[in-house]
């Protein structure tokens, strides 16, 4: 299987603050690359797909980038209800994995 | 809109199975797949496999083989997910998510999950 290694596993960050996130894959796979954010409670949403396509209604704040094994999360001006864990899927195998998850909080 | 309504908790013994569905709505199932992933508590995301509602394609996450079938049934767009010899570290929540047709892509909308919870 494909290992998907996220940094960092949490940070802290206020309203307002740039953040980024990265995912590095074990291997080479190409801009088969999901990001999903997850609330507690809540059901996990899409925010980009493809490395850089946003997602339908997502706010643009959120962008995504890189190819091959290294990709980066960032959200340009953090807002309260961005606060939750992100995690990145890779799709190239047809057996996708997810990193561990990365925790943005309130500083 | 798309919505995907799965079934409500369960609790079950170890070593029994447990079935849960997934109920699509707002988009022609038969035209997309639907992948399940579980969270344990305190831990990430997990695939455990997919499958096409066009032609029945599955593929599971080699963690899984054999202990677990995903179906679908077209005339009422509802996808389900049975996983036997259940452990105590299968409780967990289960997801569905709606996903590309050919292969396992994007989850682009999720059901509200299932806690299955496994317990003597």
């Given amino acids: ?107 | 809109q798309v919505q995907l309504v799965q079934s409500g908790a369960e609790v079950k013994k170890p070593g029994a199975s447990v079935k849960v569905s997934c109920k699509a709505s707002g988009y022609t199932f038969s035209t997309y797949g639907i992948s399940w992933v579980r969270q344990a508590p305190g831990q990430g995301l997990e695939w455990m496999g997919w499958i096409s509602a066009y032609n029945g394609d599955r593929k599971y996450a080699q963690m899984f083989q054999g202990r677990v079938t995903m179906t679908t049934d077209t005339s009422t767009s509802t996808a389900y997910m049975e996983l036997r010899s259940l452990r105590s570290d299968d409780t967990a929540f289960y997801f569905c998510a709606k996903d590309q047709v050919e292969l396992p892509e994007r989850l682009d909308y999720w059901g509200q999950g299932t806690l299955v919870t496994v317990s003597s």
């Fill in chain 1, 1 to 107: 299987d494909i290992q998907m290694t996220q940094s960092p596993s949490s940070l802290s960050a206020s309203v307002g603050d740039r953040v980024t996130i990265t995912c590095r894959a074990s291997q080479s796979i190409s801009s088969y690359l999901n990001w999903y954010q997850h609330r507690p409670g809540k059901a996990p949403k899409l925010l980009i797909y493809a490395a850089s396509s946003l997602q339908s209604g997502v706010p643009p704040r959120f962008s995504g980038s890189g190819s091959g094994t290294d990709f980066t999360l960032t959200i340009s001006s953090l807002q309260p209800e961005d606060f939750a864990t992100y995690y990145c899927q890779q799709s190239y195998s047809t057996s996708p994995t997810f990193g561990l998850g990365t925790k943005v909080e309130i500083k």
